[in-house]
């Protein structure tokens, strides 16, 4: 998730306010997110929301902490020659309900997910595992997956190349165990609410109360309890940015990621405050299927794609809303490893070259006139109103009207904005039908492919309808090179597809900013997989 960020699965877009308060005599402490976690079924939600939630709650065979990694419920691993094969070794533990955790779990887990049947399919980012993808498209039976039980206590996981990014996948959350015996037990309804499904990680469920609180006690029998510091974690819905940051001004949270850019230069030069790389990147995308066959027509050429993006300022845009971010005309964010042992953006820019930084007013009209002219249309008056949907909120409310008069006063062209909760939200993003959405993208693991695997039609997040043979085939084959820097020109290829062919709109990377209390120590922010983690938090008197 992403991690949809993430997304996951992690964006601005999609990211809650985040903080922290110390209460009970620091046996507690209490997040606020600005949006519910959409399930704690690990193959479902990808965001950063629910990736915090689930890091909570959930281990898998690595553990990532403070962007390092460390042992999980593998207290070790070997890695063959060839990169090919890991062999896990499982320390003992135990589930919530007192059931050990087995190698056999990750096994069930794994070919559940690429079984199971959602709209909200998170199966492709398993695909480096032998015979992964296959299973998934229904071409081979699930017993041939690469994951082989030795023992309860050895795993032994073969991949279809040596993918450089393995290490931090195993910690992400898609790959976190789940009980097969209680998804059986309840169905669609499984990691719903509390009591539905059983915990491996540092903290239990106790309660749900959707759209208010869940409230999560110390796992005392998890095998790193010692350095698990609060009695209970807290996550609550605090959806107003100002009810945050009154709060945090009050004493009553001592870490808060700043919900509002307009808050910001109120606590820039203050003792705490602090910028942190997000990781992610906001586009808008386009769905060929459309949400008629006329709207389709459009939002799957590629003169209209073009004519939407050069209307956009995204240096005036960034700056109006989101002044901790960067534009961007990219799909890989310049934060990520290139594998070379440098940054992506250390040798890889594509400013201004696919699409422009700053508006274009003229050449936004003219692509709308070639596309006009291959569609048949002979004036802006006659196209038809494409309905564009972006999560709730009035910050989100905010940009898409930006969008819409943008489009309206340059091009004449008119959307309806949709605003849908979050949930629903990600339901009419996997199930269509839409015309335009405004999303973006967090990394899962800290590799390049992250923000490029996504938009293989053969995978679970492409839900737009694009499909391109010869980006498929480019993903397959760069996975199976071992020369790094080709790979990283595939990788560039890659890109220029998608900004040259693809219905996505880059827009912005995202940056975030926190302000904490001194009080406050090992309260970590990462780039990849889940945003926030509080697991180790502790406040000093």
């Given amino acids: 998730m992403k991690k949809l960020l993430s997304m996951l699965i992690v964006t601005v877009l999609l990211a809650g306010l985040l903080s922290v308060s110390l209460a009970e005599e620091g046996s507690s402490i209490r997040v606020g997110l600005g949006s519910e976690p959409i399930s704690m079924d690990p193959h479902i939600g990808n965001d950063s929301n629910t990736s915090t939630a689930l890091l909570l709650a959930f281990e898998g065979l690595l553990n990532a902490k403070n962007g390092k990694i460390e042992p999980g419920m593998a207290e070790s691993y070997e890695v063959s020659a060839d990169g090919l094969t890991y062999t896990f070794h499982l320390r003992d533990a135990k589930w919530s309900d007192g059931v050990p955790v087995t190698a056999k779990d990750f096994s069930d887990t794994w070919a559940r997910m690429l079984t199971r049947k959602d709209a909200m399919d998170l199966a492709y980012l398993i695909f480096p595992i032998k015979n992964a993808e296959a299973i998934n498209k229904g071409e081979m039976d699930v017993s041939e997956l690469g994951v082989k039980v030795v023992d309860d206590k050895t795993l032994e996981v073969t991949l279809s190349s040596p993918f450089p990014f393995m290490v931090t996948l195993f910690t992400s959350s898609p790959m976190y165990p789940i009980r097969m015996d209680l998804v059986e037990q309840h169905g669609n309804a499984y990691g719903n609410d509390a009591g539905t499904f059983a915990s491996n990680g540092p903290y239990l469920m106790q309660e749900w109360a959707h759209n208010d609180k869940m409230v999560f006690v110390k796992n005392a029998d998890y095998w790193d309890a010692n350095s698990i510091t609060f009695d209970t974690v807290e996550i609550i819905t605090i959806t107003d940015p100002n009810t945050m940051k009154n709060m945090f001004d009050n004493g009553d949270l001592l870490w808060m990621d700043i919900p509002s850019p307009d808050m910001m230069p109120s606590y820039e030069g203050t003792p705490g405050f602090s910028h942190y790389n997000a990781g992610g990147v906001q586009f808008i995308a386009l769905s060929h299927k459309g949400t008629s066959e006329e709207t389709a027509k459009f939002t799957s050429n590629r003169n209209f794609i073009m004519a939407l993006s050069s209307s956009i300022d995204r240096e005036g845009l960034v700056k ?86 943008i489009w309206s006063q340059t091009l004449g062209v008119k959307v309806s904005v949709r605003q849908l909760e979050f949930t629903q ?67 560039v290829k890659a890109e220029e597809i998608l900004l040259t062919r693809a219905p996505i709109i880059p827009l912005y990377v995202s940056r975030g900013a926190y302000v904490i209390s001194p009080q406050v120590e090992d309260l970590y922010v990462n780039t990849f997989g889940a945003r926030f983690d509080f697991r180790y938090a502790k406040v000093t008197k």
């Fill in 320 to 405: 109006a809303m989101y002044p901790q971010n960067a534009p961007f005309t990219g799909v890989i964010n310049p934060v990520i490893s290139d594998e070379l042992g440098g940054k992506w953006g250390d040798s890889h820019d594509v400013t201004d070259k696919y699409h422009k930084v700053k508006a274009d007013p003229e050449a936004a009209k003219e692509y709308l006139a070639k596309a006009m002219q291959e569609l048949g249309y002979a004036s802006a008056e006659d196209l038809p109103v494409f309905d564009f949907f972006t999560t709730a909120g009035d910050l989100q409310r905010t940009l898409a009207e930006y969008f819409q008069n």
């Fill in 425 to 491: 939200y990600w339901e009419n993003l996997y199930n269509q039908p839409y015309d335009i959405v405004r999303t973006g993208w967090g990394p899962d693991y800290d590799d390049p492919f992250t923000y490029l695997d996504m938009w293989n039609s053969n995978g679970g997040w492409n839900k737009t309808g694009w499909v391109d043979e010869e980006y498929n085939q480019l993903m397959l084959d760069a996975n199976k090179e071992q020369d790094f820097a080709k790979r990283n020109e595939m990788f």
